[in-house]
């Protein structure tokens, strides 16, 4: 009986705190790799080899298996409560994804890596930068970034976390290529803007947009209408996640 205690507590903690599902950070990572700079792409390909941006978005999510790896879980979110700043919320002991974010910028510009070689480092970096822009990966310290806010969502039972990683991603039935094709349409301005923004920028924005993420019916059902009112939100955050990590790695490599 205890056995199964464990395992099921076991579950439920490898269930939580997963990023954008496959699909998000796929597109994300072949919007960038549209918005590259012709030196920046070609140092990439020749450190990346046979895959591309899109192709190893993912990859920080499948080394959760390992547990030489465990020490980064904590590094796919931040956590600042409702009207505080990153300061007053404080940085914790085994770090966060703004830590890890700019310890991997500086390592890929410097070429000196600490948790890997260079493919592996700007792995999680082209991850990471997808993470942070979902808002409910910067966290209110309240609900596991919306883990344990429970719902059904299209008549299954899921959670709020879950249905921002992937739910209303996947619901589109586009393969990820499609999808890039579909959002990849930023104006000059806003393109300018968004390279121009930082880290922390990047991170305020996805705090005050989650208030977005929880306009919930009173019973936590919800379908058509909550997509219908968030997609544009998803989009927009997929895009900018895009651009910023083009613009990231054009600056390393360019
Ligand atoms: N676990 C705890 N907080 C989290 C968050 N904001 N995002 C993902 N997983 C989490
Ligand atoms: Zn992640």
């Given at each position: 009986m205890k056995k199964i205690i464990a395992l099921a507590l076991l579950m439920t903690l490898t269930l939580q705190a997963l990023p954008w599902g496959k699909t998000g950070h796929r597109v994300i990572g072949l919007i960038a790799e549209r918005h590259l700079s012709k030196k920046a792409k070609k140092q990439i390909e020749?450190?990346?080899k046979d895959e591309t941006l899109a192709e190893v978005s993912n990859y920080m999510d499948f080394i959760r298996a390992d547990d030489r790896y465990d020490h980064m879980a904590p590094w796919h979110y931040c956590t600042i409560p409702d009207?505080?700043?990153?300061?007053?919320a404080g940085t914790p002991e085994e770090g966060d994804a703004i830590v890890a974010i700019q310890k991997f910028t500086e390592e890929l510009r410097t070429k000196k890596?600490?948790?890997?070689d260079e493919a592996f480092t700007l792995k999680l970096l082209v991850h990471l930068i997808g993470d942070i822009h979902q808002p409910l990966h910067v966290g209110n310290g309240e609900d596991k970034g919306g883990n344990d806010?429970?719902?059904?969502?299209f008549w299954s039972s899921s959670n709020l976390h879950r249905v921002w990683d992937s739910g209303i991603i996947d619901g589109q039935q586009y393969a990820y290529t499609e999808y890039a094709d579909w959002i990849d349409h930023a104006s000059d301005s806003n393109r300018e803007k968004w390279e121009n923004d930082e880290l922390m920028d990047w991170i305020y924005e996805s705090q005050q947009l989650r208030n977005e993420c929880y306009e919930l019916p009173e019973?936590?059902?919800?379908a058509y209408d909550y997509?219908?009112?968030h997609l544009d939100l998803v989009n927009q955050r997929l895009l900018q996640a895009g651009i910023r990590l083009a613009?990231?790695?054009?600056?390393?490599y360019g």
């Open positions: 020749k450190i990346l009207g505080q700043t990153y300061e007053e890596f600490t948790e890997g806010v429970k719902l059904d969502y019973n936590m059902k919800i997509d219908y009112e613009a990231v790695l054009n600056e390393i």
